[in-house]
């Protein structure tokens, strides 16, 4: 009381009043300028006829702040959510030190942790949980490679699945080698292997799905070695001034490398990277080998012996008959390019990723010795770079979905699941809107100080920056257009054509055997040394070797 007492006094004689970085005439001043309160009560001003209204910056309509259920209202309510929560807590006391048989790693593309929060009231509201982050070990993981703060999808692959920071732009490389050198590519005693290679060696089935190109950076790290990750076919590195025959493009090392001819399952899209230029898909698009080879022959030549299956479309997945070991070897390539986003995908042609999932599943759940299965969400990234993240957090739905899935049909005493991002992005969640206020629209507790509203969502550059600032014009007023339309290109303070990543740490969520190991925050490059320790594979340290 005697607080409140002093700062009325205080405003009283216009001494202690935090002033504010822009001057508002005729409206009285918040006391916190850092901490609004003015929303909460003020109403609306009414202009005099033909007049505009003047606002504060933190002045808009009342709002009733209301809780998303009457029972939030009542202490009992997030006490017993409380207690409920240390009740989970309280059972990670029983660790799981098991052999992993399996390990499924999830990769979220781009999946920062606002891109999570914002989610959650995309499908619900903020206090809804997506399937994994019910998993019961949660860690931190540091996202920087060999030579920059900010990585991208290439080292990032190679960190986290071949366990050594790497340099931006390249694959399965040690930091010895440079983006774009061909010599250093060639050369072995710079080349790491994957976890997938540790798996095949130990006698586990392996395999991938992902929504992006097959010989894409993040599912790229499972077999490839390449010093640039653009090098997805052979006149890429043709157009570089170097020899294929030397440095061997991504699509060739998948279908004729040591890792990737074992590959059991892989499912995606970039049919083209397959294909000659002579050649057109079932789509129409021409392939883009310059060396005349079509590469899916290849794969289809090499598994003649097994009982192999290469399927185009999502009704030839659904058929395929995976269930009794009549399936070994799967190839699904079903876009020519990367798979649509799911929010435009056609039902006929483009399986979902739990679908993949589901499949990928079957196949190698026949191997008795286990297997280890790489899941990327990719599509996620690219929403975020074009600033569109309807798009983003519409494949983040997707994503959790196929780990629910996995998750419910397997034990969580022989099988190790793993959930985690690359890197992430500029994307941020702001301002003090009411609960359960559209995260796809403005913020509704809060104009600017340009008297125009803003989104709740803005990225700190990327294509958005144009067409909300337009050149000599106010800023868009966004009331006025369809913030949900799947094109719409939210605001950014820097312009660029993309959208660039974000450099902070990334969430691992874990369950299963030995997923305490997950918790903490750590080096990006720990997490297949921690799968391989569970799982006992690889030539480090595993729970097969110590007592520990």
Known sequence: MMYRVCVLLALAVGGLVSSSPVHHPNVE?????????????????????????????????KLRFEPATPAEQHAEYWNNLAQDTLDRQLHKNKLN???AKNVIMFLGDGLSIPTLAATRVYVGDEST?????RFPYVGLSKTYCANVQVADSACTATAYLAGVKANYGTIGLTAAASLGDCQAQNDTANHVHSIAKWAQDAGLATGFVTTTEVTNAS??????????????????????????????????QLIHG????????????????????????????????TDGADLIKHWQHHHS?????????????????????????????FSSKHLPYHLEADEQQIPTLAEMVSKAMDILERNDDGYFLFVE?????????????????????????????ARSRTSQDNTLIVVTADHSHTMSMSGYSSRRNDILGVNNGQRADDELPYATISYANGPGYDRNVPPGEPRLDLNRV??????????????????????DDVAVFASGPWAHLFSGTYEQHFLPHAMAYAACIGSGRTACSTNE
Not at 261 to 286: A, C, N, S, Y
Not at 306 to 322: C, G, K, P, W
Not at 379 to 390: C, E, K, L, S, V
Request: with cysteine; net charge negative; hydrophobic share 30%.
């Open 219 to 252: 599912p790229a790290g499972m077999y490839a070695h390449t010093a640039n990750r653009n090098w997805e076919y052979n006149g890429a590195i043709e157009k570089d001034g170097f020899d294929p025959s030397v440095c061997q493009d991504i699509a060739t």
């Open 377 to 405: 969400g990719g599509r996620i990234d690219h929403g975020h770079h074009y600033t569109q993240p309807i798009r983003a957090f519409d494949e983040t739905v997707e994503f959790a979905k196929a780990i629910e899935m």
């Open 29 to 61: 001043e918040e006391y916190d300028p850092m901490h609004p309160q003015r929303f909460l009560f003020l109403e609306p001003e009414v202009p005099a006829t033909g007049q505009r209204s003047k606002r504060s910056s933190t002045s808009m309509p």
């Open 305 to 333: 012996q097994h009982r192999s299956a290469y399927v185009q479309n999502r009704i030839q997945l659904l058929e395929t008959n995976t269930n009794r070991g009549e399936t070994e070897y799967l190839l699904g390539l």
């Open 129 to 133: 949980e997506l399937s994994f982050e």
């Open 97 to 99: 030190r098991k052999v």
């Open 258 to 289: 040591e890792v990737g001819k074992h590959m059991r399952v892989i499912m995606g899209g970039g049919r083209r990277e397959f294909l000659p230029t002579h050649q057109t898909d079932i789509e129409g698009i021409r392939g883009r080998r």
């Open 482 to 503: 369809d913030m949900r339309d799947k094109s719409f290109a939210f605001p950014s303070t820097v312009p660029l054509g993309l959208e660039t990543h974000g450099g």
